[in-house]
């Protein structure tokens, strides 16, 4: 998307607190109506970004553009931004109506005018018949209702939202998500979301910025980022994965994976600039089967690797099981109930997968210091394992 057609355009934009980094360099731009979520880990620069699109932090450098005007310098009041705050920030001394009401105040809105605006805000999150309770009288879930009602009763250009069902139980978060996808959805709003939780991120937005040390990693739909990772932050950081790193040698048709005396091929598609990478497997990928079967499967074009079942746990809609491969690689794999044979732990088992199933990306510690933990681990054993040694 273009800089001059985006609804939301962000330009190297960067924030520093004398020697500390908070943002290195954003760029990113949204569409008109668009929902669009700043993912990642604490202190990967997510909330410091939304603060100042809504202008309570000033950049050190880089340029804002809403709607087509520079707000660099617009005063927060003078921006039309809506805000949803993580701890909702609302007044105790006000009732609801009253606190949905204050922007409007702030902005001058006749009391006839006012009071029809807030009633329409209360409806639309539910909360008509609590006009005269006040906070403390409230659920956390209403009272975060109550926060998303002030922050669209003005008819705002841009909603910012940062961690709002991060207080809430998982149920209630639930509840709530369908509720604000909801309400983007009828009043076709401009939602840039902040949440480390990526179940969530997948649920609400259209497109997602995976963040890491003050960068965007990544930007796609859930479903890009996740089948498609370009780096092994994002692949570590969005569900589990079983990375595997070594020498890389490209041949004809497909590329092949060394590691000491594992050798796995890659889809010819998947290539990167230097002799070294990290073939990237997604759990639900792979499959199993009996020890005896790796030669014909090896024979069919398929990955396989034999190893010993050392854990198995039973998750409803899955079943994963570990795998101890040669190296004190553990393998992750997940796989249907009904799908699964008949095993135990301490069995030998092969683990399988095409090597279409794999994404090939550049090696050598490519994700920084800032990598969260290996994305592979074992459930019972302290300082678990990856794949890779």
């Not at 569409?31 to 997510?46: A, D, I, M, Q, Y």
């Not at 990290?278 to 792979?286: D, H, I």
Request: glycine residues 8%.
């Amino acid at each position: 998307m273009a800089a001059d057609t985006a609804y939301l355009s962000l330009r190297g934009v960067a924030k520093s607190y004398r020697d500390q980094v908070a943002v290195a360099d954003i760029s990113l731009d949204v569409n008109r109506g668009e929902f669009v979520t700043l993912l990642g880990p604490s202190g990967s620069g997510k909330t410091t970004t939304l603060n100042m699109i809504a202008g309570f932090v000033t950049p050190t450098a880089g340029s804002l553009v809403l709607d087509g005007r520079h707000i660099e310098a617009v005063p927060p009041h003078r921006r039309n931004i809506g805000v949803v705050f993580q701890d909702y920030a609302l007044f105790p001394h006000m009732t609801v109506a009253q606190n949905v009401r204050f922007p409007l105040r702030q902005r001058k809105l006749s009391r006839t005018a006012a009071t029809a605006k807030v009633r329409e805000a209360l409806e639309l999150v539910n909360l008509a018949p609590f006009a005269d309770r006040y906070p403390a009288q409230l659920s956390g879930g209403q009272r975060q209702r109550v926060a998303v009602a002030r922050a669209i009763v003005f008819d705002p250009q841009l909603l910012l939202m940062d961690e709002p069902l991060g207080a809430l139980d998982r149920a209630l978060r639930e509840r709530l998500q369908t509720e604000i996808r909801r309400l983007h959805r009828d009043l076709g709003i401009t939602v840039l979301y902040v949440t480390h939780d990526q179940s969530e991120a997948f649920a609400l937005s259209d497109r997602i910025a995976v963040c890491n040390a003050g960068l965007i990693e990544q930007l796609g739909s859930g479903e890009e980022l996740y089948r498609a990772p370009k780096t092994l932050f994002v692949a570590r950081f969005l569900g589990e994965s079983n990375i595997f790193e070594g020498q890389v040698v490209n041949g004809h048709g497909e590329a092949t994976l060394s590691q000491g005396n594992l050798h796995l091929k890659v889809s010819a598609a998947e290539t990167v600039d230097g002799p070294t990478g990290a073939l990237v497997v997604r759990p639900e990928s792979m499959g199993l089967a009996p020890p005896e079967e790796l030669t014909s499967l090896v024979e069919q074009g398929l990955n396989a690797v034999r190893g010993i079942v050392r854990e198995l746990r039973y998750f409803g809609s899955e079943r994963k099981v570990w795998v101890e491969a040669p190296g004190d690689r553990i393998i992750l794999v997940s796989c249907r109930p009904d799908q699964q044979l008949t095993i135990a732990p301490g069995d030998p088992v092969t683990v399988a997968w095409p090597p279409s199933a794999g994404t090939l990306l550049p090696g050598g510690g490519a994700t920084g210091s800032n990598s969260p933990a290996p994305a592979v681990q074992h459930p019972v054993t302290a300082g678990a394992a990856t794949t890779s040694n």
